[in-house]
């Protein structure tokens, strides 16, 4: 049996220093509230908009786990290997601590040395039931070096109530294989002795108590878990169960004041419980510095305050850099905030009022002006400069032809093809203008038949031919050949549009 149990314990001593640490899954995205309890949305919208500097605690899944193991009692008759299986439910209460509730069953046996022997032990069985809660402390979750991780270690600490039922091989021998039920020891007061427990229980009464003895039990452990998937993992775990105050009867047999005590070692298989979609792995196996560390790396939640570096003369250098602090506003700088100066004759360019002076110029005044002669040539090109004025503006539409009416205003086949050929004209030549001017003046009819027929010759060459309005001047009632309207390019300006004179002595189109 010792030898079985040292090879487990040798494997799980280098299962943890064999502990990987790699690992950049956070197992979580901080933005996604749908793993955030309704209860803590408050806090956590509020971190999210940066008005609370602490995310909340998303919601995690509950770990169910089997275990199957050896066990042993340590008394003062020999142990034996014995066999132990458990279940239990563990929930996280923080990234560090989580409680564990668990039923256990251990099923031991002893047989005495020589020495055993010859005192008067008896060869033992022992069958125990453990109802427990454990506080795990889980050792290596957070770091500052890696990301969550891939196995975690834990120190066990809990109660457990225990029933035990203690069998010793002798006569009688009512029991299967030789073996009586443990009633207890008579003392010599004649009372049954059950110091350390809270009672007994189950079968008959003998020596004043049960077969099953209650008592309070200390569980002090340690174990490694080894992450398989987001759903499972495999650990390895010792744990040691003390009777509490103290009980020595557990292998049948009392001698001196030391208390029997189990150690049970397991293998266990944990599966977490509930949808990845709704909540995250329990938080043992979440590193809390990740949302830390991808911050500082790489910064997506934290409002970075805009960088200003002064610059008291706003040249575009800043003042650490800048060698003339006190540059004039819009003066341009090179790169280290000196005044430019690109003929290099000492005045800068924001001053001198010959920028590009010749060096064989040079002395140059105040003003940056060099001191060479002005060529003659320059003189008479100033001169010519100075008298120049602009040419004046022609316009290049002659020879329109005039369009002839007879007895109302309506446009004859003609007339429109003249206008049309007028038009082509008056696209062409984009500067000029064009008088449409009609006649007849003798009378108010004459009067209104000649505005009538300028209008209809607008009017066709804007519908019609595309001519704009504002290029064509409206000229009515003149003394001449009432039966025409004459064309004429100009540069004149003039009304584009006039009110009929007798609007009452309109004819009919």
């Known amino acids: 049996m010792a030898s079985k149990k040292h090879l487990l314990l040798a494997a799980l001593i280098v299962l943890i220093q064999s502990v990987g640490f790699a690992q950049t899954d956070w197992g979580w995205d901080w933005k996604d509230t749908s793993k955030i309890a309704v209860k803590n949305l408050p806090q956590h919208n509020e971190f999210l908009n940066n008005q609370y500097p602490y995310p909340a605690r998303p919601r995690d899944q509950w770990e169910l786990g089997f275990g199957l193991g050896l066990s042993s ?77 891939k196995t975690n270690v834990y120190l066990v600490t809990g109660y457990s109530l225990n029933a035990a039922e203690v069998f010793y091989k002798g006569a009688p021998g009512a029991q299967s294989g030789g073996y009586n039920i443990f009633y207890g020891q008579i003392l010599p007061n004649g009372q049954n002795s059950q110091s350390g427990t809270i009672t007994t229980i189950g079968g008959s009464t003998v020596n004043n108590r049960k077969a099953y003895t209650l008592f309070h039990g200390i569980n002090l452990g340690a174990g490694i878990a080894f992450k398989v998937s987001k759903k499972a993992n495999i650990a390895l775990e010792q744990k040691f169960t003390f009777s509490a105050p103290g009980y020595d009867y557990l292998d049948a047999w009392k001698d001196g004041n030391s208390n029997d005590y189990y150690s049970f070692t397991s293998a266990r298989l944990n599966i977490n419980l509930g949808s990845n979609a709704k909540k995250v792995e329990p938080l043992y196996w979440l590193n809390p510095n990740n949302f830390v560390y991808s911050e500082l790396n790489s910064p997506k939640h934290m409002k970075m305050p805009k960088v200003v570096l002064p610059d008291a003369d706003a040249d575009g250098v800043t003042d650490q850099f800048d060698l003339e602090p006190n540059t004039p506003k819009g003066a341009p700088v090179d790169s280290h905030g000196v005044s430019k100066d690109t003929d290099g004759d000492g005045v800068p360019d924001f001053k001198d009022k010959e920028v590009l002076t010749a060096k064989s110029c040079f002395p140059v005044n105040n003003d940056g002006v060099g001191s060479c002669p002005e060529p003659a040539c320059c003189k008479e090109i100033k001169d010519m400069m100075a008298n120049w004025k602009p040419a004046e503006k022609e316009c290049a539409i002659g020879n329109l032809p005039s369009i002839q009416f007879k007895g109302n205003a309506k446009l004859s086949k003609d007339a429109q093809a003249a206008l049309a050929s007028v038009a082509a004209k008056i696209n062409a030549n984009p500067t000029c203008k064009v008088k449409v001017i009609g006649y007849g003046a003798s009378s108010k009819s004459a009067q209104q038949m000649s505005w009538e027929r300028v209008n209809a010759v607008i009017k066709y060459l804007v519908e019609k031919q595309g001519v704009s309005e504002s290029r064509l001047l409206f000229v009515h009632s003149q003394d001449g050949d009432a039966n025409t309207v004459d064309l004429q390019g100009t540069l004149e300006e003039g009304p584009n549009t006039v009110p009929a004179p007798h609007p009452n002595l309109r004819g009919k189109n």
């Open 73 to 149: 009692i340590t008394g003062d008759v020999k142990p034996k290997t014995g066999f132990g299986a458990t279940v239990s439910l563990r929930k996280a209460l923080n990234h560090t601590f989580s409680v564990r509730a668990g039923l256990s069953g251990l099923w031991n046996a002893g047989a005495p040395n020589a020495y055993g022997v010859a005192i008067g032990q008896k060869d033992y069985k022992n069958k125990t039931y453990q109802l427990g809660i454990d506080v795990l402390t889980s050792l290596n979750t957070s770091s500052n070096y890696r990301g969550n991780p």
